[in-house]
């Protein structure tokens, strides 16, 4: 079945760097978008990220954009957002997830398109 683990998550001052990472497992993602997502406490679900495994296209929230990078390692399957600048309001558990043609293509920005999801990673900026 398919896996999603996260890691990398912490604490951090503001203005500060994370690396997070989401290995993936359980099937071949060649065709699949990854993403990354965040919640934080009493919000909704929203979209950071996210990668066509095939070609590497990437999608960034307002939000992050020129902050944050959406990357993938072929041979070890694994997604990698890399978070810089830092601000007190990305605290937020972050979540990898995986989803496939066609709803995610148009939809890469909707938590709804996605069929696969870890477990979350904690991130908390401290200001």
């Known amino acids: 079945q398919v896996e999603l683990v996260e890691s990398g998550g912490g604490l951090v001052q503001a203005g500060g760097s994370l690396r997070l990472s989401c290995a993936a497992s359980?099937?071949?993602?060649?065709?699949?978008?990854l993403g990354w997502f965040r919640q934080a406490p009493g919000k909704e679900r929203e979209f950071v990220a996210a990668?066509?495994?095939?070609?590497?296209?990437?999608r960034y929230a307002d939000s992050v954009q020129g902050r944050f990078t959406i990357s993938r390692d072929d041979a070890k399957t694994t997604v990698y957002l890399q978070m810089n600048s830092l601000k007190p309001e990305d605290t937020a558990v972050y979540y990898c997830?995986?989803?496939?043609?066609?709803?995610?293509?148009?939809?890469?920005?909707?938590?709804?398109?996605?069929?696969?999801w870890g477990q979350g990673t904690q991130v908390t900026v401290s200001s």
């Open positions: 990668i066509r495994w095939s070609g590497g296209r990437t």
């Open positions: 997830a995986a989803g496939s043609p066609p709803r995610v293509v148009p939809g890469y920005g909707s938590p709804g398109a996605y069929d696969y």
């Open positions: 359980g099937r071949t993602f060649s065709s699949y978008t």
